[in-house]
């Protein structure tokens, strides 16, 4: 029986990492990048624990194997993970509905990820309706970055409801959407 829940222990951490790895964009081949998407962040123990310090992550298991996640990331986080700092000082530098994002309160999908035995039955869609209905009364909206080659991630993020604000290219020559999933 699958079960839909926020991450409460060190064991559920532990699982995302385990499906993290599982899914990294520089351990898959060209065509499982193509047709199945891919994520791009590394995350160590040690961070997945300060983030859940500050908000957990919404988690989908079939009996004690985390099948599906998504990270929630705040603003705090950015001072646990000095990596984060670049992705949240741009915010001041995007606009939406005419205001910087850094002046909204916000929540940043730090990762999405659905192991591969369980896509196509509607994971995504849920695990993303757990994230909006525990977040949505503290952020007005959820925004995170696509590569804008992960065509699979792009798609489905934008079925249910994330609208592109800003495109660019960062130091590696890698083309970001960033996209917002406006709560309100």
Sequence with gaps: MIEISTSRTVK???????????????????EEIEQQGFVTVSHKLDDLEKMHH?????IAKDG???????LGMTEQSKNDIPRLVEMYES????????KSV???????????????????KGLFDQCYQAYKNFFEDKFE???TEIATINLRSMKA???IGF???????????TEWNVVVWDWR
């Design 12 to 30: 559920d951490l532990e699982g995302i990492i385990t499906l993290q790895k599982k899914n990294l964009r520089a351990d898959l081949t060209v």
């Design 54 to 58: 500050h908000e957990p992550n919404i």
């Design 64 to 70: 004690e194997k985390v099948i599906a996640y998504v």
């Design 91 to 98: 915010f001041d530098h995007i606009q939406y509905h005419g």
């Design 102 to 120: 850094a002046e909204y309160q916000y929540i940043v999908v730090g990762q999405v990820c659905v192991d591969k035995d369980y896509r196509g």
């Design 141 to 143: 909206f959820a925004i």
């Design 157 to 159: 993020h934008e079925r």
């Design 163 to 173: 609208k592109t604000i800003d495109t660019y290219t960062d130091q590696m020559s």
